[in-house]
């Protein structure tokens, strides 16, 4: 997935896997707030202009910290469910979960982008994208989603759609690597391309 385009089946099984671990890797981080935080603009601020990759990192997790945090204490009880289902390969359990956070909290974006990985793992590609949309309505600045995108439209083979998604986390996030690595591997594709842009 990292290193370039390797067709449908071996590229969708990279990225599934490097989503699912992005979920089960950071829901440790559980804080104090939603996106509405009134720290998220400076911690974005700091890591537009963050000095190195590990000062970025600590403020990358703060800002996921602050998202993963629910309006209410039951939500982060459910995400501990939802990831102890997503670890046993139980998604459709997870998903259902995600569904009810964001049916009982519809103003809670990261709901909406639990949500959308889920339906990504089940193969349910459409039905992802228009859960991010909803995410990025809540959360413009959510680089996660906007990479979720962009791994969406690299399944569909809707490249020029993944690159600008891709370029578009970088904006918010300029030390993501993975979006760095899959636009670099994206204009190598579409040179090779007819009517290349």
Known sequence: MRRGYLGKNSTTTAI??????????TWHCLSFGDQNDALLPHLFDELIHASNRLDAHQVEQQIWSIWYTGPDPEVDKWFDQAKTAASSGDLFSALEIFQHVTSKYPNYAEGWNQQAI???LIGDIEGSLETIAKTLELEPRHFGA?????QC?????????ALGAFEAAL????????ARQHIEMLHTLLRQRPNSI
Do not use: T
Not at 153 to 161: D, I
Not at 171 to 178: A, G, I, K
């Open 16 to 25: 599934s896997s490097g989503v699912l671990w992005l979920v089960l890797g």
């Open 146 to 150: 906007l990479a979720g995108s962009g």
């Open 153 to 161: 439209y690299l399944h569909l083979e809707l490249f020029e759609q």
């Open 118 to 120: 889920m339906l990504y």
């Open 171 to 178: 904006v918010v996030n300029p030390w993501m690597q993975s």
